[in-house]
């Protein structure tokens, strides 16, 4: 070569800001190879392998080698900022991948072409960047500095996709499972260099096997505390039946108990079980709210301690802006067990960002849990379940949907097939008899808005100050309404020592609120709780009467589940009531219209577990299942491998990324190190451990808000994309983040 250099693939400094010997290419390429086709070895080993092999054949080129080592030392993140231009090297070798596979050579394209900048679409992307002359190029400048002939081959590697799991339809999600593997193993062989102990201590956990003692002693410890109550003797029922039919074979599995039946530590005793039988790898638990993410980890993090990673969408900074810093701290799911979101599982499935896919083949030979299952967004709903399909038909994953009120997921055809749904068949029940589960759980008495309001109109409203002091009749009372704003105006009504919560306030402060508000009720002291729906799964309090704002049916009866939980009453009391101003137009409101149309002219029980599959069928009617055409979107064209990975990417969001943006703010609770923390992030930059402190001090607030905020001084922008707050104020301790821009007065009301 011209610079008469061993080629490098990376440079990094020593702690004493010295160059350490840098990272030879030709020992990453092969490291890189081995670890990919370790991961993709029962979907794609060969394919892995060379894309390992020849991803950074580009940095062979003179102009990199030049660009890595410049006069003034090593440029230790040349291997990101050449994507900008300084000295690209990841699209020589799709082209070469082209020329000497044809067809099947567009595969490798794909992986190659994006381990850096992120899959992209064939048509109006790859395609075009492959044909422009600059790739061409750059790929005789990589060919003339001779990269060694055991990395170029020839090899024994014959493309073929007569094996790919689910076959055109899986194609799309094929290429993304083999992009997870090659970028995976590209983040953690540059780690072995950069970073040689943080590299050491990974994968350095226990197995499933190894952890199951310690669920079986932490089972045996609380029964030991527990009453013998009728809701305990069939909390230890369901458990039993979940641990026997964990020895059914992989696949879909639904686990239909009524709130407050135990699911959580239910479910989980099958996954370890039905792990010990079929040898699988870890459990992922994946979970609608962080309120609920973070009681789940938290009782997680007690039985097993830290073999528990909790990962979910908070303290992310903008994937488009990334540093060698920044790669190396996002989170790869290599834990035996994973607390995540929605969001995040989901948009991972179907991201296109470096960043986001890595984690995508430590899905394989898993268990997912999906946490009230009711919640699966209705406008990404088919897509969704395409994906469930796939996985558990191909990658060895059993899925299990958890659920009070189970979701209407079989496949339907209708006049209009636009609303029919590719849905999940053969999905087996694991509670023997769920009508008699919820015969025997049922604990409350159900009051709708025509059963108390005069005239009887289920339009009628209540204003906040008429049901501020209907609540106030009560010692003890949760009032549960769907919007943040509605939270902040009902509290302010109420009188003081009422506790609030709602998403304004960090994952700290609320675990906190709802630890005392767990505190007071065991204690008996009177406690009244205003509240957003975060409290209504999976967070387990016992009012003696809950007050539930108008909605769908599934949260009305998550709702009754914080109500007499425990069964000590004979009856709790639930009271819906229809709320000052509607839900805004979107899904909130057509689950309003479907529980209006399911119980009208319904003389029974509100709650019969019959008429879920009805409000599901009417609630998804009244839906696009595939709101942003995902599934066309992901569909190959055989003829030319084309799929649209950029765009379908893009559309896939669960919450609007443009709409909200993150802050992470001054919490100071108890265990709160939140100073040093910032501190560390402003000195050192973002580092794994940090950025998953962050996630439980952080806030979404709208992107207008938090620009206005910006300007006043009150947040600022540490890394793209990721707001801290400054000013003192912003964050009440009774209410959390302010985003109006105005603190709340001794009175309890904003100024």
Known sequence: MATGHQPIAHAARNRDGGWRDPHDLTEHLIGVAILAARFAEKFGA???????????????????????????????????????????????????????????????????????????????????????????????????????AHILGPSTFVPSLKSIPGGSKGFALWIRMLFSCLVDADFLDTERYMDPDKFEQRGDWPTLKELMPLFDRFMAELSAKADATDVNLLRAAILGQCQAKAQEAPGLFSLTVPTGGGKTLSSLAFALEHAAKYDKRRIIYVIPYTSIIEQTADIFRAIFGDAVIEHHSNAEADPGQE?????????????????????????????????????????????????????LPPEFLQPILDALNLLTAHYGVTVVLSSATQPALTTRAYFDPKQNLRGLENVREIVDDPDELYR?????????????????????????????????????????????????????????????????????????????????????????????QLIEAGVDVDFPVVYRALAGLDSIAQAAGRCNREGRLNKGEVVVFVPPKPAPPGLL???????????????????????????????????????????????????????????????????????????????????????????????????????????????????????????????????????????????????????????????????
């Open 46 to 148: 060969e394919w892995a392998r060379r894309a390992g092999l020849w991803h950074d054949l580009g940095k062979f080129r003179d102009r990199f080698q030049k660009y890595i080592r410049l006069v003034s030392g090593f440029e230790a993140d040349a291997h990101i900022k050449g994507e900008a231009g300084k000295a690209p090297h990841s699209t020589a070798v799709a082209v070469l991948a082209c020329e000497r596979f044809c067809l099947l050579g567009r595969v490798l394209a794909y992986l190659i072409a994006g381990h850096h900048a992120g899959l992209d679409d064939w048509h109006s992307g790859l395609h075009e960047r492959l044909d422009d002359l600059k790739s061409k190029d750059e790929l005789a400048e990589a060919m003339a500095a001779h990269p060694p």
């Open 323 to 375: 540093s060698s810093q920044s790669r190396l701290a996002c989170e790869n799911w290599d834990a035996p067990i994973v607390v995540t979101t929605n969001v995040q599982f989901f948009e991972s499935l179907f991201a296109a960002k470096t960043s986001r896919c890595r984690k995508l083949h430590n899905i394989v030979d898993s268990i997912v849990v999906l946490d009230e299952a009711q919640l």
């Open 440 to 532: 025997r759980l049922e604990r409350v008495t159900v009051r709708l808005p025509a059963d108390w309001h005069q005239p009887t109109d289920w339009h009628q409203p209540t204003d906040w100050d008429t049901l501020a002091r209907e609540l106030t009749r009560y010692d003890s009372v949760l009032a549960i309404v769907n919007r943040r704003h509605d939270a902040r105006e009902l509290w302010q009504r109420m009188p003081p020592g009422t506790l609030h919560l709602s998403a304004l306030m960090c994952g700290a402060h609320r675990s906190q609120v709802i630890a005392s508000i767990k505190a007071r009720l065991k204690a008996g002291i009177p406690t009244r709780v205003v509240s957003t």
């Open 589 to 751: 409101r057509k689950g309003e219209g479907a529980c209006r149309s399911v119980l009208h002219g319904w003389a029974g029980n509100p709650l019969e577990r019959s008429l879920f599959s009805r409000y599901f069928e009417q609630l998804y009617r009244a839906c696009d299942l595939d709101e942003e055409g995902i599934a066309d979107l992901l569909q190959v064209d055989v003829q030319t491998l084309a799929v649209n990975f950029r765009t379908a990417a893009e559309r896939f969001r669960l919450i609007r990324d443009e709409d909200s943006v993150p802050v992470i703010v001054l919490y100071h609770g108890e265990g709160s190190e939140i100073d040093q923390w910032l501190d560390s992030l402003r000195k050192d930059g973002p580092q794994r451990w940090l950025m998953r402190k962050f996630q439980r001090y952080t806030v979404n607030i709208h992107r207008r808000d938090a620009e206005r905020l910006r300007r006043q001084g009150d947040i600022e922008e540490v890394m793209p994309g990721l707001f801290v707050q400054i000013s003192d104020w912003l964050y009440d301790e009774k209410v959390g983040l302010l985003p109006e821009g105005s603190p709340i007065n001794p009175m309890g009301f904003i100024v």
